[in-house]
């Protein structure tokens, strides 16, 4: 194996999810530095975000926790990772475009 990079893993815990999420978090477990992702629980806000978003909550142990939000809908995203918060925030922009 030697060096190369090794890619975090998305854990899938829950069968549904934000339309739209799982790819992008696909896209962010390339990231390096990014370790596991884990989807938590999702719900239903007053609120309404028309587009999909996806923004760092509070620090967790070895990691952030992400609120991802679209219509009326949020979902719980646990991010084990080596990153700070700023460059989290970069790696997450750049998986949204």
Not at 1 to 24: A, C, F, Y
Not at 43 to 72: C, D, E, N, T, W
Request: contains cysteine; proline residues 6%; positive net charge.
């Amino acid at each position: 194996m030697g060096d190369e990079e090794k890619q975090g893993r998305l854990v899938w815990n829950h069968s549904t999810h934000i339309p739209g999420l799982i790819p992008i978090l696909k896209r962010l477990t390339q990231c390096p530095g990014i370790q596991t992702i884990t989807p938590g629980v999702i719900s239903s806000v007053r609120s309404h975000a028309p587009q999909l978003k996806l923004k760092i909550s509070v620090p967790i142990r070895g990691g952030y926790k992400v609120i991802a939000r679209q219509g009326k809908t949020v979902q719980e995203v646990f991010v084990l990772t080596t990153l700070d918060q700023t460059q989290l925030e970069v790696a997450i922009l750049q998986s949204l475009a």
